[in-house]
């Protein structure tokens, strides 16, 4: 066991008996292409990819070369203010326009998510102010929609312990149903409504996750067309919120390329767009608004947020081998088989366990629900021992606790026998939680 008077490291969200249970063995120490091994000696497939981010597994070698040639050449240059930005950086941010949907050519960069979720958010509010209209603040997002944490973006995450836990946070968020909550009577219109009684002309953006992170539940074309219609009607600033989506999860750079009807006027990257390697985010606005932070009488364009590593070099070059990668050796070819493997694999698991309520899989972005048969859903509590369970078969996953589902999450570029090692594991798991078998680490039970 870690003794948790040395536990420097005060990381967040997790309870003591947590950290007192985890023993130094459980600590990651290596990794090699898709899995990871802890301390103690035992390798696991890495069904989570890191925290969803590192889309390309580990140790890329052309991820890895040009970070090092980057630390090399120049490690740092400042695109905040009236700094110098450096080649690499430019280069990146013409690079991933190049990738995004027509009309969105202009890139901020951050290095978290949360980060870039603000950055828009505030760029639409300064908009805002600019055109004369302070009356025009509000921002519309999602109940179990996930933004970020930090007294911005855990205002905007539709989360409400995070909305109470440290008192006042961000005013001017508002929140509706997404056509997935239990109880949402209409799938088109639930959110539009709600803006529609609230004011549109109070409204500034609305943020949504093409698919939600929080079960993988997937707002379908229409519901994104109407969406995207509804804001341009009411001239309201739709923000894609693409940290996870974006960069290849769903089988292609976007999802916003995916969906011609519904190109919104701002879409946030993060996550996988350095695969995990290096810090970075960013915020990707179209032409439509950009024109806007020009004032025909002073010139002036300045919106005055930004952070020291904005752009950072070494994640800019990081970033350009991402999307050489993407774009050069198959793996959005690769998301869209393994999803079909993935959904027919999940299929017989169900097959064998009607546990297994619900399957939703958009590229390698998998939410699954679970459930007695014609009962309750399963706790938390239960999801959480089916994660440990599969852990103990060697596959990490993610459980959420706010609605219970465990995300299948795995680098983009798994094999056939990957995502056929991911479900014989599941099925293990499902069956060692059905017949009350528990792995018999202590860590284990404290996740129990
Ligand atoms: C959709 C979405 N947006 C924003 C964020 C925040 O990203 P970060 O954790 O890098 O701040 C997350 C994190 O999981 C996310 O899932």
Same mark, same amino acid.
């Given at each position: 066991m870690i003794d948790p008077a040395d536990y420097?490291?005060?990381?967040?969200?997790?309870?003591r008996p947590y950290l007192k249970a985890?023993?130094?063995? @459980?600590l990651l120490a290596e990794a090699d292409g898709v899995r990871v091994r802890d301390a103690g000696g035992r390798w696991y497939l890495d069904g989570r990819s890191g925290l969803w981010n590192v889309t390309l597994g580990y140790g890329n070698e052309r991820v890895k070369e040009a970070i090092k040639q980057q630390v090399d050449r120049l490690p740092f240059a400042n695109s905040y203010g009236y700094g110098r930005p450096a080649q690499v950086t430019v280069e990146c941010a013409q690079t991933l326009v190049r990738h995004l949907p027509d009309g969105i050519n202009h890139v901020r960069f951050a290095s978290n998510g949360a980060q870039a979720v603000e950055m828009a958010l505030q760029f639409s509010r300064f908009l805002r102010l600019r055109a004369g209209q302070p009356e025009r603040m509000a921002v519309f997002a999602m109940w179990d929609?996930?933004? %970020?944490? %930090?007294p911005g973006a855990g205002m905007v995450t539709g989360v409400p312990y995070l909305h109470h836990q440290t008192g006042p946070m961000l005013p001017e968020v508002h929140h509706a149903p997404g056509p997935f909550a239990p109880g949402a009577s209409d799938g088109v219109s639930d959110l539009e409504r709600h803006i529609t009684d609230f004011g549109p002309e109070r409204v500034t953006a609305v943020i949504v996750e093409p698919v939600v992170g929080e079960g993988g539940h997937i707002l379908s074309p229409e519901y994104l067309g109407s969406l995207a219609r509804f804001c341009r009607r009411h001239d309201i600033h739709l923000v894609f919120?693409?940290?996870?989506?974006?960069? %290849?999860?769903?089988? @292609?750079?976007?999802r916003a390329g995916q969906l011609p009807d519904a190109t919104p006027d701002i879409i946030t990257l993060g996550k996988g767009i350095t695969s995990g390697y290096v810090p970075m985010s960013a915020v990707a606005i179209h032409d439509r608004l950009y024109e806007q932070?020009? @004032?025909?009488?002073?010139g002036e364009t300045a919106l005055s947020v930004g952070s020291t590593n904005d752009g950072h070099a070494v994640a800019a070059a990081a970033a350009i081998a991402v999307m050489g990668v993407l774009s050069e050796d198959g793996v959005l070819e690769n998301v869209r088989q393994r999803e079909s493997d993935l959904v027919a694999a999940l299929g017989k698991v169900q097959a064998q366990h009607p546990e297994l309520t619900a399957v939703r899989c958009l590229g390698l972005f998998c939410g699954l629900e679970f459930g007695e048969p014609g009962g309750p859903a399963w706790t938390p509590g239960q999801v959480n021992k089916l994660r440990m369970a599969l852990e103990s078969r060697g596959v990490l996953s993610s459980s959420l606790r706010v609605v219970p589902n465990l995300m299948l999450m795995p680098p983009?570029?798994?094999t056939q026998d990957d995502v056929a090692e991911i479900a014989g594991a599941l099925d293990g798991a499902i069956g060692d939680v059905k017949a009350g078998r528990m792995p018999e680490s202590g860590f284990a039970r404290a996740m129990g």
């Open positions: 420097a490291l005060w990381n967040s969200g997790v309870p985890l023993s130094r063995d @459980d929609g996930f933004h %970020g944490q %930090g919120d693409e940290v996870v989506t974006g960069m %290849g999860r769903v089988g @292609d750079f976007t932070l020009h @004032d025909r009488t002073t983009l570029v798994v």
